[in-house]
């Protein structure tokens, strides 16, 4: 009832009834997005590609930091860029062959570049390593 009250509200302010429906969409959004968050974050993928230019920057002017190689490899994955997260995880392997997060990064891009055997295989010696790597989300992927 409030929300036909408000959109009422809305549409005698402004005199049009579909920038009254827009400016209740955007008030709802910014709402959900402060107080509960299910709605989508326009922000964040301009947030990620501004810090994957950052470290791929900080990568140019020092190839061997490992730190910065695996937050790009995992904002890669994050943005689906698996072949690319690959190639930047490789080129770690022997820096961080004990780490299970590394594996299990590792196996989740070769799952999803189309290596089925090498990334189940990278994923169960993570798993291995530590069978609580990442709160049990790689038996999923399994």
Do not use: C
Request: glycine share 8%.
């Amino acid at each position: 009832m409030a929300k036909i009250l408000l959109f009422s509200l809305l549409w005698y302010l402004f005199g049009n009834p579909f920038l009254a429906i827009l400016v209740l969409l955007v008030v709802l959004y910014f709402l959900d997005r402060r107080y509960v968050g299910l709605t989508p974050s326009f922000v964040k993928p301009l947030r990620r590609r501004s810090r994957i230019g950052k470290l791929r920057q900080q990568l140019l002017l020092n190839r061997s930091d490992v730190s910065a190689k695996m937050a790009l490899a995992r904002l890669l994955l994050e943005k689906k860029d698996y072949a690319g997260a690959r190639q930047v995880l490789e080129s770690v392997g022997d820096t961080m062959e004990h780490s299970a997060e590394y594996w299990d990064d590792l196996g989740t891009a070769y799952l999803h570049t189309g290596k089925q055997g090498d990334g189940e295989q990278a994923i169960a010696r993570a798993l291995d390593i530590n069978p609580r790597v990442k709160y049990g989300e790689p038996y999923l992927r399994l």
